[in-house]
């Protein structure tokens, strides 16, 4: 079946520095997601890209569409505490099921 | 406009014992998707009602089960529980089916345990 390889596991990183993470499939896919969830709590959808090359932005946010449609990378730029949390990305090839990637554990240190 | 709820939050139960989970899709929305989420396994997909018809099914045993009713609401059942049958358990609507369906939307989960 399909896999999705998301890194790196963990971050802890300084308030205010600069955050990549990124997820790599086994197959092709035309739908990316990146989700945040936060403990107890389901996960929530903080960017969805369906264009192989589309970069899309969402306040501090920057995710990308890999060009070769098999990988996707989120940035966070300038991060708060409120950041912390796990990060999933997720990608279907259609009508399938998303898959979602193991997640990052991000820790930000004030 | 409300968000995906699910009842109960939270759950424990003996094993061999049967459960059943509640969820009630955003509104106009017509695709449930159930999921398992575990520390070690991550997000694994149960299976999706569109229409009151399981469109999509993962790799989950015949103790999982659900269905959907007219009004799109949801639910799960797990029959026969077992230990490793703890987790949370997440539901997520969209519009219609699959991800071309629209974006998929979580509720907060049911955390179910087993002991």
């Known amino acids: 079946g399909q896999q999705l390889n998301q890194s790196p596991q963990s971050m802890f990183i300084q308030e205010g520095e600069d955050v990549s993470m990124n997820c790599t499939s086994s197959?092709?896919?035309?739908?990316w997601l990146w989700y945040k969830q936060d403990p107890g709590e389901g996960p929530v959808l903080l960017i969805a890209?369906?264009?192989?090359?589309e970069l899309t932005s969402n306040g501090r946010l920057t995710a990308q569409f890999g060009i070769t449609r098999k990988d996707s990378f989120l940035n966070i730029s300038a991060s708060i505490p409120s950041d912390v949390g796990i990060y999933f990305c997720?990608?279907?090839?259609?009508?399938?099921?998303?898959?979602f990637g193991k997640g990052t554990r991000l820790s930000v240190i004030a | 406009k409300a968000g995906v709820t699910q009842t109960p939050r939270y759950l424990i139960k003996t094993r061999g014992q049967q459960v059943t989970l509640s969820c009630s899709p955003i509104?106009?929305?017509?695709?449930v998707s159930w999921y398992q989420q575990t520390p070690g396994q991550g997000l694994q997909f149960l299976f999706e009602?569109?229409?009151?018809?399981?469109?999509n099914k993962g790799n989950f045993p015949g103790r999982f089960s659900g269905r959907q009713f007219s009004n799109s609401r949801s639910e799960m059942n797990v029959s026969t529980l077992e230990l490793g049958d703890s987790a949370l358990y997440l539901c997520?609507?969209?519009?219609?089916?699959?991800?071309?369906?629209?974006?998929?939307?979580f509720g907060p989960g049911t955390r179910l345990t087993v002991t």
């Open positions: 509104s106009g929305h017509r695709s």
């Open positions: 009602y569109f229409s009151e018809t399981q469109r």
């Open positions: 997520a609507s969209s519009l219609a089916l699959g991800v071309t369906g629209g974006e998929q939307y």
């Open positions: 890209l369906y264009k192989a090359g």
């Open positions: 197959s092709i896919f035309n739908t």
């Open positions: 997720a990608g279907s090839s259609g009508n399938t099921p998303l898959v």
